[in-house]
């Protein structure tokens, strides 16, 4: 069975800071892709960042990196100079090849101070 | 990329009625997806509808409950059948292809309401 777990349900970051929010994982494959989806007030999910997991170079996009640990089956999302439009809630989420089905983690809602 | 259009974006329907749900996609899709979002947590799949066989229900969810179409590569629907409070979410329609683009594409949900 696939699990995802996140740690942290509210983080809350000052704006132009940096905030990590943890995620790990369980699967037994091996053939597997994680996920950051933002999902702010308007419901609409948003693609943050994705890793494959064969990639041994962590994602990065813009602001947004990742700190893929895949022998610790830990996958953290890292926001850099944060923006008041930062604030949502955050998903992980895993992709198994094999079962062929996107698994959410319970999320992380996001607070950015002014 | 995909564009998908979800309707209604929200109802209030009494209990003992049933809801339709329908899910638009700009482009053809083999994967689609339900989930089910309640009030304040995480995404829970309910089901994965391929075009010409029967959906296939995650634990927990059945067909009685929650019949799925999908007629061609572009469109489907969910209906919530006799309705009852508990089953006040949000559900949200997905597609991906996986092995193109690794990357899933999310109608802005409906949020129903039972009362």
């Known amino acids: 069975a696939q699990t995802v777990t996140q740690s942290q349900p509210e983080m809350s970051v000052q704006e132009a800071e940096t905030v990590t929010l943890s995620c790990t994982y369980d699967t037994s494959e091996s053939d597997y892709y994680l996920f950051w989806y933002k999902q702010p007030p308007s419901r609409q999910m948003i693609l943050v960042i994705r890793q494959e997991a064969y990639k041994q170079q962590n994602a990065t996009e813009n602001r947004f990196s990742v700190n893929f640990q895949k022998a610790a089956k830990s996958f953290s999302l890292k926001i850099s100079d944060s923006q008041l439009g930062d604030a949502a809630m955050y998903f992980c989420?895993?992709?198994?090849?094999?079962?062929?089905?996107?698994?959410f983690g319970t999320g992380t809602l996001l607070a950015v101070q002014p | 990329s995909a564009v998908i259009s979800q309707k209604p974006s929200r109802d209030i329907c009494q209990r003992g009625t049933s809801l339709t749900i329908q899910c638009q996609v700009d482009s053809q899709v083999t994967m689609m997806f339900w989930y089910r979002q309640q009030p304040g947590q995480s995404l829970t799949l309910i089901a994965t509808a391929n075009q010409g066989s029967e959906a296939t229900y995650e634990s927990g969810f059945v067909i009685d409950k929650f019949p799925i179409s999908r007629p061609n590569l572009t469109f489907s629907t969910l209906t919530v059948s006799n309705m009852s409070p508990e089953d006040s979410s949000i559900y949200l329609c997905s597609v991906a292809n996986y092995r193109l683009n690794t990357e899933a594409f999310f109608g802005q949900g409906t949020r129903l309401t039972v009362v």
């Open positions: 989420a895993l992709y198994g090849g094999a079962t062929n089905k996107l698994i």
